[in-house]
């Protein structure tokens, strides 16, 4: 029996003054609301959190319990891939209602960042990488030098790199939840400026994703339960996981992404071509563009033509990050993949507000831990 | 389809020269070649790993794909749930094996606690408590009040304890992987000392379990499959989450664990007198006291019957921790519930050489987090 979602929750992602363990409640509260459901009756719980010391919480599966006293006792369990924790706490609470080892689970991605600084946030961010050959090397600096890499292979694209940030940044101007929504221009995010300094050559400030706190839920019940409002399913979902040292891995492009796209799509019966929409790991701007790649838009190193063909902008044929992406909505880390989640059930459901994309029907989600190591490619539609 | 296991791998728990990531690679490749399996085969890799600031490796989920080229692309999740990482890490597996996602899959639970001073583990483990109401109280603090609650409660019953740490460490001397070989006297456990120093009153040194490296693996297959040399299998197994405010609960007792255990021998159709021995989770001498109340062994306030009349020592009816336990085997936090189930999987199928007790047809296993927060009970039994 598969799982399918019947209720979600979110935060606005931002700068926030609540708690690490207030964001945990606030996301699962309306969760449980919008699905309508006892808490009585969920029968697992799964976080998804990187942490890796930007909160002193190290043992948080359990904090949603106090919630709700009818919480008490359920299995709960925190999973982490890194920027992919929340999916993977998305594909964990599918597996244990497909082992029929629960029937209604509550799951929920969540980090509060803005706890440290920036040098604090980029150092914990860190330890994400190998950390034998790249330790004290900062995520933006990984990106640079993936971004080099990709330029020496197939030239500049610092245009479209910037067109990318444009993008999301208009798109999350329709979303109440995004932490900037605030419109940029071309050649602000194209001109290295004291307003848009080079972060790590040649990314740019408007290059990289901000620093968050948020926090998101879903409820999923097993696919024979009925009466709920809105529902959602997963046509596929696939998980990839590469090699963690860059050394061992041709860094011009995303392999781990390719395949978990290519898995998802066999799965599925379908093609990128078929899909109406898809919410994509933006961490960077140049990892944007990779993924036009790994999901099938074009060729490897050609990337650059999904934007400047208008394919992926909000009125092109294949929206990507219509809720603003990691670049605009915000990339509270271990929430990540739960939003995308969300935002892609909303769609599917008809429930995005002035987000929605008239007639969606399939949705893609694409969220990865590191530089392409953990990858988790969904593709989400409407149930009964 | 349930899960079986078909192999492990285990290191020497203790203060090792291996750095994390070998200690991972080398439980999984013992794992691996018991199994016989072709690593190709591997769809599926779950690491418990508590981490908590004792390792900079933040995202150690696809670390162990270094091992071998055919592990390249195979999903790979950590999982976190304090002490109980381990089997919270056994515990997804299982689901992913009876969701029909993977059909081999490999556990491995990994900790590497000795690259920082016993100030700095103390710090790291003290996250897994409740910050805003516990942070900056250590592990054994907490295991001390609950101790001196205990006493409050049902009198004084520091002779049990100390006898607990004797027969964990009389039964360690037979464990070739365990940290301690060394028998210690009644006496000089019941008396504290300046070599038996009190680190929390009522707690002395030998009430605390060890600090310690180590890994262990298993490799755990789809029930239909066959050819396997030893095979062993979940007769039941139960997760119980708790709050973790202790101020939410009544540590008089651990509520959570006896739950997991009245749920786990509903779920196998038995009662704790069935049970030919178990390892359990004497992360403090006070908890396997209050284990054996939990599990059935003795009323609430007399678990010290339990030991008095011999019931769990090496010989008695239920022999409980002849590996050693936490106690005396050693206790690397992530790898502690994987390490449990291999000796249980080892008992089962006759395969525990000198630790064997003839004739062992079902073994139980109790793996914690927190102060009984985390529960959970696994009963194994052979397999065809």
Not at 103 to 115: D, Q
Not at 149 to 173: E, P
Not at 296 to 307: D, E, H, I, S, V
């Amino acid at each position: 029996m598969d799982a399918k979602i019947v209720g979600w929750g979110h935060t606005p992602f931002g700068a926030l003054d609540q708690s690490f363990e207030e964001l945990i409640k606030t996301a699962a509260a309306e969760a449980i609301e919008m699905a309508g459901i006892d808490p009585a009756e969920i029968d697992a719980i799964w976080l998804g959190h990187f942490n890796s010391g930007m909160v002193p919480d190290a043992f948080a599966s359990s904090l949603v319990l106090a919630l709700d006293d009818r919480l008490r006792f359920t299995p709960a369990t925190r999973v982490e891939n890194a920027c992919a924790s929340g999916s993977a706490a998305v594909y964990a609470a599918r597996d244990a209602i497909r082992a029929g080892s629960a029937h209604n689970v509550l799951v929920i991605g969540a980090e509060k960042m803005t706890s440290l600084d920036t040098r604090g946030v980029t150092q914990a961010l860190a330890g994400a990488s190998y950390q034998t050959e790249e330790a004290g090397v900062s995520f933006p600096q990984i990106f640079g030098r993936i971004t080099n890499g990709y330029f020496q292979a197939y030239g500049d694209q610092s245009d479209t790199l910037a067109r990318i940030a444009v993008k999301n940044h208009a798109n999350a101007l329709a979303n109440p939840l995004a932490q900037m929504r605030r419109a940029v221009s071309f050649d602000f995010c194209n001109t290295p400026s004291d307003k848009n300094p080079l972060i790590a050559a040649p990314l740019r400030l408007t290059d990289c994703s901000l620093i968050s706190d948020g926090a998101a839920a879903l409820v999923m019940v097993a696919e024979d339960r009925s009466g709920f409002e809105c529902a959602a399913g997963f046509r596929a979902a696939r998980q990839v996981n590469d090699f963690l040292p860059m050394s061992r891995r041709d860094m011009t492009h995303l392999a781990g992404a390719a395949r978990a796209f290519e898995m998802a799509y066999d799965e599925a019966g379908l093609t990128v071509n078929d899909l109406d929409l898809a919410e994509v790991h933006d961490c960077f701007t140049i990892a944007e563009l990779m993924i036009y790649e790994a999901m099938g838009l074009a060729p490897q190193g050609q990337g650059a033509r999904a934007m400047s063909d208008g394919t992926v902008l909000a009125d092109g044929r294949l929206p990507i990050n219509l809720s603003g992406g990691l670049k605009a909505k915000g990339h509270p880390v271990g929430a990540t993949g739960v939003s995308m989640h969300v935002m892609a059930a909303q769609q599917v459901t008809g429930q995005a507000g002035p987000l929605q994309k008239a007639g969606a029907k399939l949705a893609a989600v694409f969220n990865m831990g590191g530089s392409g190591v953990a990858n988790y490619c969904s593709i989400l539609e409407a149930r009964s």
